[in-house]
């Protein structure tokens, strides 16, 4: 069954088609498909009606062996720790390739947070980063943002880490409000690399990013963001969906009052606009377009649907979205589809300059941080883009060829303890 796919399962694929592209040694592959360390914790709350719940959440790093881990953390009802693995496994690849000190690692609440007020959500996020407190810190393992989590969130849990150890730690987390240590641009960071992307992709394939149709899964921080931009640029937005519908028109649709009316917490599926058509997740995965941005979860291209995408390009806005065996659908129809750990590796990249901004105590101005963030997501995507004409290879595994390698070579370096 294709809902069963367990995203972990994907990962150690993902790793054995690039050990056979590089000949890495046998020893080092099964090394990379394990997790340093896993914790899984009880989180019990009292709600507000004076009841107990018990929720379950997780921290898994990775790899540490290139830096502190690094990695987002996800309020989901369907999240589990084979999922948490493989995200933060996807992490460390996605700080890899672009060559950042950080390793991979992830986390995850296993909750509704629509089902929570915000009371019952600070108290939440508060016993999480209790119960996870030995396991993160500047020089440890830094949480940010990820599925249904954001900078209100971050602030909670810089709070709840800084009064454990008796003084203001900003470095605990990235993705925090501005006004206590976060970074200018970290909020658009994922959909403004996405941008950069899609806009080196298409000067390479020759291709008029103006009068691009763009079909995006999800609606949140990722796929709004892109949205906007793509939009802004002049291209047509002809789908968007959320957890309610997806809906559809083929004039464009008018990205900003999809925002205003999300923004207040309603759903797609109650928005009325004559022209716009209602259609299945399905549908829009499949509709007609030119770039399509799957920026929702794992396991949405699959080998069920893949030969039906009809967009020359696959933008990977979410962790997973398309599992190996889509993959090589895709490839044989000659779509680009950009990795997952290049194409949204800005959220990253840019918490890592909210890290070192915190450090160091000294703030940058937005100029300079989309500079940055362009030179280094730019310079990934050219030494990918050359590895995969080279080897005649998909994006895919020319850029796990440069991350992978790279973690295999710090491993050899450090050698193994003790
Ligand atoms: N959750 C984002 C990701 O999957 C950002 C992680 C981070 O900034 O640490 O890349």
């Not at 390009?313 to 889509?326: H, K, Q, R």
């Amino acid at each position: 069954m294709i809902d069963k796919i367990n995203p972990y399962d994907v990962v150690k694929t993902q790793i054995d088609i690039v050990a056979k592209e590089i000949g890495l040694d046998p020893n080092v592959t099964e090394y990379l498909k394990r997790i340093e360390r896993a914790l899984i914790v009880s989180i019990p709350i009292k709600m507000d009606n004076g009841s107990l719940q018990i929720f379950e959440g997780y921290r898994v790093h990775h790899s540490t062996v290139r830096g502190p881990g690094k990695g987002g953390m996800r309020y989901s009802p369907h999240v589990y720790l084979d999922e948490v693995k493989a995200l933060a496994t996807w992490m460390t690849w996605k700080t890899s390739l672009l060559n950042l000190p950080l390793g991979g690692a992830k986390g995850g609440v296993r909750v509704d947070p629509r089902e929570l007020s915000k009371k019952e959500l600070e108290r939440l996020t508060r016993r999480y980063t209790a119960e996870i407190i030995n396991v993160i810190g500047p020089d440890i393992d830094i949480p940010a943002p990820d599925v249904n989590t954001n900078a209100q969130i971050m602030a909670w849990m810089m709070d709840t880490y800084s009064m454990q150890k008796g003084r203001s730690i900003p470095g605990v987390v990235t993705g925090k409000p501005i006004e206590i240590g976060g970074s200018v641009g970290r909020q658009a960071a994922t959909g403004t690399g996405l941008f950069f992307v899609l806009q080196a992709l298409c000067e390479k394939l020759d291709l008029d990013l103006k009068h691009l149709k763009i079909v995006i899964q999800g609606f949140g921080n990722v796929g709004f963001t892109i949205a906007d931009l793509l939009n802004k640029h002049g291209c047509k937005v002809i789908a968007v969906s959320d957890v309610s519908t997806g809906i559809y028109y083929e004039n464009g649709l008018d990205i900003e009052k999809l925002a205003a009316w999300t923004k207040q917490g309603k759903y797609l599926k109650d928005f009325k606009d004559d022209n716009y058509t209602l259609i299945s997740n399905d549908e829009l995965l499949t509709s007609k377009c030119d770039v399509l941005i799957p920026a929702a979860i794992e396991n949405q291209i699959t080998r069920v649907n893949a030969d039906k995408i009809a967009s020359k390009i696959v933008l990977e806005g979410a962790n997973g979205p398309t599992t190996p065996d889509a993959d090589k659908i895709l490839f044989k129809k000659g779509i680009h589809v950009v990795p997952d750990i290049l194409a949204n590796s800005g959220g990253v990249c840019v918490s890592y300059f909210e890290y070192i901004q915190d450090i160091n105590s000294y703030f940058w101005k937005l100029d300079r941080i989309n500079e940055e963030l362009k030179r280094i997501i730019i310079e990934a995507f050219e030494e990918t883009f050359k590895i995969s004409k080279e080897r005649k290879i998909s994006l895919r595994t020319a850029a796990y060829v440069i991350a992978v390698s790279r973690i295999a070579k710090a491993i050899e370096l450090r050698g193994i303890f003790p």
